[in-house]
């Protein structure tokens, strides 16, 4: 398919206007909780920031690259989560519509495998974040997280692939319920980490006291086994939570290192790139952004200005997290020196395909990049929402 952009319509944000510290967060990029604010997935648009070419080995690290090379699929409805099966293909959901699809990696063709019994869309809710079990070759299980009419949860389902189009997932095995659940900041967003284990990044619903209440499930990185009970080395041997005090985290990925990083919401100053220690405490409702001599909240890797990103989905390539953004209809990349930036963030693909949802690992320096168009806050155009393909250095 050939590629389509979109022509942007304002300069870009000059990135002298960001700081490589603070915290925030803001959920699926919909208004903000009762404090009121900006609308987190409203859509500026921007010009693509120029990119240097250099080879893998040499590129520094302010000079990285990210190119569109090719279109994967297009007219998805409200796509959300992105998973990769193993051979290749996709899978992917649909937030409004509570179906899960498969996408071929080569040739693009969909296929519906069928709906999630229970999904309630809503706000920020609906069928969310995907997973693929680590043990997938044997027990061809896929993990959904989820909106019903009472809260959010996590279940799985057996995908059989014998069976027709629409039929094939299995009636969904209950992992994690009572998950707060809002019109906005659901979180949404879970992955396996190398450890096999599953993590969860979970919302405040605009109830900001969650975020520092151990006893709640709302404003969390959740840790748990795969079959939703503690994990073990989790900060407290009876409980899910292994970090606190977020506003809504939609972006988790893992670096070669295997440390675990995350991308959140701001409110109405600054949105975070985070790594996430186990017990670490991000500070909110109590501090947006860098804390001033506040030694007990964990100072985010990067962030920035709310119109600028609004991030989703994150991924490890090529020594640099890759986070989508919503409102900042721009793909960022933040190069890495171990635990630190190693340079500013550049922005990438700024407003040329609006609003980006997720982005996932292919191999290598390959990415896939889902666009958010069709949701209640984008602005579709002839063939939203897509799934595109990048080569990134």
Known sequence: MPVVQRPAVAAALALSALLLTGCSGD????????????SSEASPGGKASPSDRATADSVPPDKGEAKVVGTLTENLKSPWGLAALPGGDLIVSS????????????????TELGSVPGVAPGGEGGLMGLAISPDYASDRMVYAYFTTASDNRIARMLYDEKKPAGEQLGAPDTVLRGIPKGTIHNGGRIAFGPDKMLYAGTGETGDTGLAQDKDSLGGKILRMTPDGRPAPGNPEADSLVYSYGHRNVQGLAWDEKQRLWAAEFGQNTW??????????????????????????????????????????????????IWMAGLRGERLWRIPLDGTKASADPQAFLTGKYGRLRTVVAESGAKLWLVTSETDTRGEPEEGDDRVLRLQVR
Not at 301 to 318: K, L
Request: proline content about 6%; aromatic content about 6%; charged content about 30%.
């Open 27 to 38: 959920g699926d990029g919909t208004g903000d909780g009762p404090a009121g604010g900006r």
């Open 95 to 110: 937030r409004d519509e509570g179906t899960i699809t498969r996408i071929d990696g080569k040739s693009g063709e969909k």
């Open 271 to 320: 949105d975070e790139l985070n790594l996430i220690k186990p017990d670490g405490n991000y500070g909110w409702p109590e501090v947006e952004g860098k804390g001033e001599g506040d030694s007990e909240y964990v100072n985010p890797v990067a962030q920035w200005r709310t119109d600028e990103a609004s991030p989703s989905g994150i991924a490890w390539a090529e020594g640099s």
